[in-house]
Antibody, heavy 122, light 111 residues
């Protein structure tokens, strides 16, 4: 059974930092690209960024709204992806989902975690 | 990267068909056959319903179908059932920026 389990969410002050984790199981994590997608309360989905597999040099790309503040990384030995969030703003408040993209060029998100809530507030 | 445009709401009676549109640009929807659709129930994670414009993952009923014409993609739900009531989001790869973009979402109501 495929599972993606996010953790690390919580309350953080504006300007602060937080690191989210996404533990994966049930599929070949090392051969998959991993994305982060967020959703503010009552709002739509927003793509945050992606990290590719080792075969694709762990290349990362980010949405303009988070570029320079957020960093995606991964540890294939732990089947875990991470989202390091710095210089957080109130508008970063959202549920953050990790999701998988099978690196066979389908460019879709076939597995999703349950999400973890990040609240940026003083 | 601007969000794709979806109608905020759609509705139909049980057994009817409903189509949800998703309009982008030549940089995303119109430029690639990498449009996908997701169903999201309240408090739940999204679920992949359609990928590569018109392909269905295993387990998704064939009542769900997708298509694309130019810069607009569409999701059609035929033979509406009460369980289809949910939010639906389209997504497209936007290769110029090596990024992805979502639509604003459509709330489907089964009357």
């Amino acid at each position: 059974e495929v599972q993606l389990v996010e953790s690390g969410g919580g309350l953080v002050q504006p300007g602060g930092s937080l690191k989210l984790s996404c533990a994966a199981s049930g599929f070949t994590f090392s051969a998959s690209a991993m994305h982060w997608v967020r959703q503010a309360s009552g709002k739509g989905l927003e793509w945050v960024g992606r990290i590719r597999s080792k075969a694709n040099s762990y290349a990362t790309t980010y949405a303009a709204s988070v570029k320079g503040r957020f960093t995606i990384s991964r540890d294939d030995s732990k089947n875990t992806a991470y989202l390091q969030m710095n210089s957080l703003k109130a508008e970063d408040t959202a549920v953050y989902y990790c999701t998988r993209e099978e690196e066979t060029a389908t460019h879709d998100f076939d597995y999703w975690g349950q999400g973890t809530l990040v609240t940026v507030s003083s | 990267q601007s969000a794709l445009t979806q109608p905020p709401s759609a509705s139909g009676s049980p057994g009817q068909s409903v189509t949800i549109s998703c309009t982008g640009t030549s940089s995303d929807v119109g430029g690639y056959n990498y449009v996908s659709w997701y169903q999201q129930n309240p408090g739940k994670a999204p679920k992949l319903m359609i990928y590569e414009v018109s392909k269905r993952p295993s387990g998704v009923p064939d009542r769900f179908s997708g298509s694309k014409s130019g810069d607009t993609a569409s999701l059609t739900v035929s033979g509406l059932q009460a369980e289809d009531e949910a939010d639906y989001y389209c997504s497209s790869y936007a290769g110029n920026n090596n990024a992805w973009v979502f639509g604003g979402g459509t709330k489907l109501t089964v009357l």
